[in-house]
């Protein structure tokens, strides 16, 4: 199963195109620096995030399904950075939340 559904845009062009004036400049700065520190993540659509690279993940309804590496989503009420990687047994976003700033941190968000 593929959860990659397209979000209104075919392209990362249109994608940015597509969102709120005051969401496009952070979003797309980083855009920009996802993809100068990784080329090889290739960016992806899944939900209505735009994302970066891909892995096998296990759902909630315990499918097995590609998941983006890294996703930015720009949601009602915020921005959300999602990490999904571990550092030991932690990911990422959490394992570092309190160098992050005032933030909100889930185990792989960042709000």
């Known amino acids: 199963m593929n959860m990659f ?11 940015l195109a597509l969102l709120p004036k ?3 400049e952070p979003i797309a700065f980083l855009h920009k620096f996802i993809q100068k520190i990784d080329p090889s993540l290739k960016p992806v659509f899944a939900s209505n995030m735009l994302g970066y690279g891909t892995f096998k993940y296990k759902n909630y309804k315990k499918e097995i399904v590609d998941w983006p590496l890294i996703a930015l ?16 047994d932690q990911y990422i976003a959490e394992k570092y939340k309190d160098e992050l700033g005032k933030v909100s941190v889930g185990k792989s968000c960042i709000r």
């Open 5 to 15: 559904k397209p979000v209104g845009a075919t392209s990362v062009k249109e994608y």
């Open 22 to 24: 005051d969401r496009l």
């Open 73 to 88: 989503a720009s949601q009602k009420n915020y921005m959300s950075i999602y990490v999904c990687a571990i550092d030991g």
